[in-house]
Nanobody
Framework: VQLQASGGGLVQAGGSLRLSCAASGSISSISAMGWYRQAPGNERELVAIIISSGTTNYLDSVKGRFTISRDNAKKTVYLQMNSLTPEDTAVYYC???????????????WGQGTQVTVSS
């Protein structure tokens, strides 16, 4: 099982980016999917999470600006980021809790991280 993230880059303050993260491999089911970020010198923090029912939750500082969504058929989670500020600059990591085929255990998997840089 692998998670492949894409969509990071350099953008000016006020701009937008869309991150994608696709799960691949032998997967039985996926529960929660989310995005975390880690800025230099800071701990990794949860930005947004979406469970299989579609219920979402967000870090307070991104509410109203970021939107998380998922396509269960494509096993993909998205993060639409609008009105970006320099404080959003970080490496963004996707995460998914997955039951691999042939297993009964739910395990966390991480994508490789994608850099988001917002210039002022």
């Amino acid at each position: 099982v692998q998670l492949q993230a894409s969509g990071g880059g350099l953008v000016q303050a006020g701009g937008s980016l869309r991150l994608s993260c696709a799960a691949s491999g032998s997967i039985s089911s996926i529960s929660a999917m989310g995005w975390y970020r880690q800025a230099p010198g800071n701990e990794r923090e949860l930005v947004a999470i979406i469970i299989s029912s579609g219920t979402t939750n967000y870090l307070d500082s991104v509410k109203g600006r970021f939107t998380i969504s998922r396509d269960n058929a494509k096993k993909t989670v998205y993060l639409q980021m609008n009105s970006l500020t320099p404080e959003d600059t970080a490496v963004y990591y996707c995460n998914a809790n997955i039951v691999p085929s042939g297993s009964i255990s739910l395990r966390p998997y991480w994508g490789q991280g994608t850099q988001v840089t917002v210039s002022s």
